[in-house]
């Protein structure tokens, strides 16, 4: 009797033990997700804010190259379209592609300083140029931070045994990742 006890307690204590060691991966790796979840949406939250520092912008960049270029409004009433668009985009997938209908609005007015000279000559213009350039990098830092931030997140919930416990949270891969812009990708032709 004392035998069979002492085999059934042994055999207790290392399922006990199973189950903690168990246990404790489980909340580790769960307190891992949350934390990695919370610097992603700090990353994003970043981008965000450096996206909407763009759009504060952008109604005075218009309204001083309109002063210039009274013909223009398509453009303007495209930059004006794409800029509500951002504002009102609510996800992050959304705020992606509306932030590339953004960029392709403001290449054009930047185009338009080619064919006005004397656009480039106002001292208004310039330093308003100068913000948007110094944005438009606050931008791609914030951006390369956020998709570090996703790709180590991503990398933790697919590892075993994390996946299995990610399934069991209700953590998921993430995959709005922000990547180049189709046009981006193009090599740009010189011509002499």
Known sequence: ????????????????????????????AK???????????????????????RADLIPNLVETVKGFTKEESSVFTEVAQARDGLMNAQTPQDKIAANGQLDNALAKVLVLTENYPQLRSSDQFMRLQDELA?????????????????????????????????????FHQNSTYFSASPAAQQVPQVKF
């Open 1 to 28: 009797m004392s035998k069979g006890l002492g085999i059934t307690l042994a055999v207790v204590g290392v399922l006990v033990l199973v189950a903690l060691l168990v246990g404790g991966s489980y909340v580790s």
């Open 31 to 53: 307190n891992q997700m949350v934390a990695k979840d919370q610097i992603v949406k700090t990353a994003w939250s970043e981008v965000d804010v450096q996206l909407e520092r």
């Open 134 to 170: 110094g944005t438009e990098n606050r931008i791609a830092v914030a951006r390369k931070r956020y998709n570090e931030a996703l790709q180590d997140y991503n990398t933790f919930v697919l590892q075993f045994p994390n996946s299995i416990w990610a399934g069991m949270a209700g």
